[in-house]
């Protein structure tokens, strides 16, 4: 058992630089001051998390919290969450999806198979702050050492 | 094959007219022979009658001339009796024979003569039985030696076998007529009945082929109606495949461009908060100098990102409107038994208020018949009308807004009229266009609500149109299926 209590790191999965950078500044203006790994394709961002052979091992010591963009380059984030959910080491670690679809079935989807947040990328700054704020209260909550 | 019913006819006609011709041939030929038959029996009749007439005039001058020897030889009276019945006969047989050659000329003066030979061979007769009668046999026999009674005999005989011999030839001759006739019968019957068969046959065959023709071409329809269809099908089902990219790509389209403009919408932002802290910056540190910094910061630079915000603030109203008809046009449509009654008037009950305040009025006009449609799309394209004629209501007069409906065959017209504003002519075509509007632009609106309307009619199987005099009012049209059913769209989905 690690007797450092184990801080949460964010692991932001979004292909557009520009959203990636609101997103990350409006974290910190939360004041979420916990480590953002950020990957602009699927392929890496799966490697990170699961290992490079798919296992999970590598996170089976690790807090992290997954930013999910549904539209990537190489594959749809619908795909991403389902190999996370489906991996036993990686499967606890909460997901939230930031995307700019509002259809009612992605969403049905996304929550099927074990999104934790749903939030859509709002155009109106003020919403999106909003959305982003109560994120980082969420990854403030987050960050209480966990006991196991 | 190619079927000419101009000459089926032709030929059709032209057999039966042939056979027509054929059998009044046949008919008038039997006519004619049996009449011909008729006279040459009638002929034969005649030559008999007169056949034996001559032989019975014959038979009497012979027993006269016998009885008056077996008188003279034996001076028996009982020979005379043939004689007598001879006598009494023979004038008759005479008269009977000129009658019957009365119309002959040639004959006339043959028979006279034979009259004037028999009557004095008669009297001759006469003159001896007499002679005998009286005991002057020997007298008798004297005369009767001179051969006059004789040669009056052979005389007569020989006219008489003239006469049985024509009346023979006669007699042939009509036989033969007779005969040939009842061969040119048998065999213009014959010819006759083998025109008609190949009349007949001729007929038939036209007709057999006529009627191959018609089921062939009847085959050729059904193949092609059965392809016809197929082909229909394979249209519809490209057409509704078509349509379904037209919305993917809509809504591709729209998502596509909402992500650059988060990013635009999120920096602005970030300048914004940029730029009240160095105004901020600038208000502390004062000074004269500098002054051109803090007008920028003060006046110029909020004023631009107000432009950025608002156009990109209408910006996603438009995408959202592109989303919400491809959306629309993707949802699955649940017909069912609606009372439009009741949804107008709770559609109305939503802007009686706003209505009631400047003085307006709405009514429906009952009765609304009852239809099969989707619920939603009724209560989206009632709504958005009934808000249109609300929203361009003339000010300078209090509106009106009524809703009729009328049926025609399988279609019910709605129409839903105002006293509003109205709509100029030139843009009567322009306001089911998406993002278009009409008219003084001082109402709130991205020329979304009528193309909406348009392309939810149109997937309830109706269609919309708009009849209105600028400053007087507008009637929109509403035409709608009594029954809504699910057509190429199910087929696609």
């Known amino acids: 058992m690690n007797s450092e209590p184990q801080a949460v790191t964010i692991v932001m999965v979004e292909d557009d630089d520009g959203h990636a950078r609101l997103i990350e500044k409006n974290i910190r203006r939360a004041g979420v001051n916990n480590e953002i790994i950020a990957f602009s394709d699927g392929t890496s961002a799966l490697e990170y998390i699961l290992g490079s052979d798919g296992s999970g091992e590598p996170s089976a010591r690790r807090h992290l919290l997954i930013l999910l963009d549904l539209n990537l380059p190489d594959m749809t984030g619908v795909d991403i969450l389902a190999k996370v959910k489906a991996n036993r080491h990686t499967r606890r670690s909460p ?9 009612q079935r992605e969403i049905q989807r996304c929550y099927d198979l074990g999104a934790n947040v749903y939030i859509t990328k709002p155009v109106n700054y003020e919403g999106f702050a909003n959305a982003i704020r109560q994120l980082g209260l969420f990854f403030s909550v987050m960050q209480i050492p966990e006991t196991d | 094959m190619p079927i000419s019913n101009a000459s089926f006819i032709r030929s059709a006609l032209a057999l039966l007219g042939a056979g027509l011709v054929i059998l009044i041939i046949l008919a008038g030929s039997s006519v004619w022979l049996s009449e011909r038959t008729r006279e040459n029996a009638a002929d034969v009749l005649e030559a008999q009658r007169i056949r034996a007439g001559t032989s019975h005039l014959l038979a009497l001058l012979l027993d006269a001339e016998s009885a008056q020897r077996g008188f003279l030889l034996t001076h028996e009276t009982a020979y005379l009796e043939p004689y007598r019945i001879a006598v009494g006969q023979v004038t008759a047989d005479l008269d009977l024979l000129k009658t019957m050659h009365q119309g002959d000329a040639s004959q006339t ?9 028999i009557q004095e061979k008669f009297a001759e007769l006469a003159h001896t039985i007499a002679l005998a009668e009286a005991e002057q046999r020997p007298e008798a026999l004297e005369i009767v030696n001179t051969d006059r009674g004789r040669k009056l005999t052979d005389d007569a005989r020989e006219k008489l076998t003239g006469l049985l011999n024509r009346a023979d030839a006669r007699l042939n001759s009509d ?15 014959i010819a006759g009945a083998i025109l008609v068969f190949l009349v007949g046959s001729g007929s038939l065959f036209i007709v057999v082929r006529h009627t191959r023709d018609v089921i062939a071409a009847r085959t050729e329809v059904l193949t092609l109606n059965e392809t016809l269809e197929e082909r229909v099908k394979e249209r519809t089902t490209d057409l509704a495949r078509a349509n379904e990219e037209i919305q993917r790509f809509a809504y591709i389209v729209s998502h596509d461009l909402r992500a650059p403009l988060v990013n635009i919408m999120g920096f602005t932002s970030e300048l914004e908060v940029g730029v009240s802290t160095v105004e901020q910056f600038l208000e502390q540190v004062g000074g004269g100098e500098g002054e051109a910094a803090r007008a920028a910061v003060r006046e110029d630079m909020p004023e631009a990102i107000g432009f950025i915000r608002a156009s990109t603030k209408r910006m996603d109203r ?16 649940a017909p069912e038994r609606i009372n439009l009654e009741t949804l107008l008037e709770q559609l109305m009950a939503n802007v009686q208020h706003q209505l009631s305040e400047a003085g307006g009025k709405i009514a429906v006009v009952k009765p609304i018949p009852m239809l099969v449609s989707d619920r939603l799309a009724l209560e989206q394209i009632f709504g958005n009308l009934i808000d249109n004629a609300v929203k361009y209501l003339d000010a300078g007069r209090p509106g009106r807004i009524s809703i009729s409906a009328s049926e025609q065959g399988r279609l019910i017209h709605f129409d839903i009229a105002d006293n509003g504003r109205g709509i100029a002519a030139q843009d009567h075509d322009r306001i089911f266009d998406l993002f278009r509007r ?10 979304i609500g009528l193309a909406h309307v348009r392309a939810l009619v149109r997937r309830l199987g ?8 600028l400053g007087a009012g507008t009637t929109f049209r509403v035409s709608l299926p009594r029954v809504f059913r699910q057509t190429s769209e199910s087929v696609a989905s």
């Open chain 1, 95 to 103: 997901v939230v999806i930031l995307t700019t679809t509002d259809d």
């Open chain 2, 438 to 447: 009409s008219g003084v632009q001082d109402r709130q609106g991205e020329g």
């Open chain 2, 175 to 189: 036989v033969r007529a007779m005969t040939s006739d009842a061969r040119f019968l048998s065999f213009a019957t």
């Open chain 2, 462 to 469: 109706g269609d919309i149109s708009v009849k209105s005099e």
């Open chain 2, 109 to 117: 003066e043959l028979v006279e003569h034979l009259s004037t030979v």
């Open chain 2, 318 to 333: 438009l995408i959202n409107a592109i989303l919400r008809l491809s959306r629309e046009g993707r949802r699955t449509l």
